[in-house]
């Protein structure tokens, strides 16, 4: 297990900017691929994006492709959501999680084993 959180959250109107930042402790950061997902009130949590260990590959859903920068920093034991052009329907709460090592890329719930507490973002003017 590693110890995730989150910070970085908080109101902007829509088409501005807020970046995310997951800290990790416990574990070395590095062994475990990352990934950022999103729960909006009243719908199912959906990964939103993902990279691996060495930062070689990413992955991003659909409705956040060209607005949303995932990355990381292993020796601060971080990975950041860089979130731009955001939208009221962006509005969520975000999670960090630490995936397995070994499973790469992954948009599903299950090949995460720990998870951060969330930090709140919303859209609105």
């Known amino acids: 297990q590693v110890q995730l959180v989150e910070s970085g959250g908080g109101l902007v109107q829509p088409g501005g900017s807020l970046r995310l930042s997951c800290t990790a402790s416990g574990r070395t950061f590095s062994n475990y691929p990352m990934g950022w997902f999103r729960q909006a009130p009243g719908k199912e949590r959906n990964a939103v994006a993902a990279?691996?260990?060495?930062?070689?590959?990413?992955y991003y859903a659909d409705t956040v492709k060209g607005r949303f920068t995932i990355s990381r920093d292993n020796a601060k034991n971080t990975v950041y959501l860089q979130m731009n052009s955001l939208k009221a329907e962006d509005t969520a709460v975000y999670y960090c999680?630490?995936?397995?090592?070994?499973?790469?890329?992954?948009?599903?719930?299950?090949?995460?084993?720990?998870w951060g507490q969330g930090t709140q973002v919303t859209v609105s003017s």
């Open positions: 990279i691996t260990m060495t930062s070689g590959s990413t």
């Open positions: 999680a630490a995936g397995y090592m070994g499973r790469g890329l992954s948009r599903l719930e299950a090949n995460y084993h720990s």
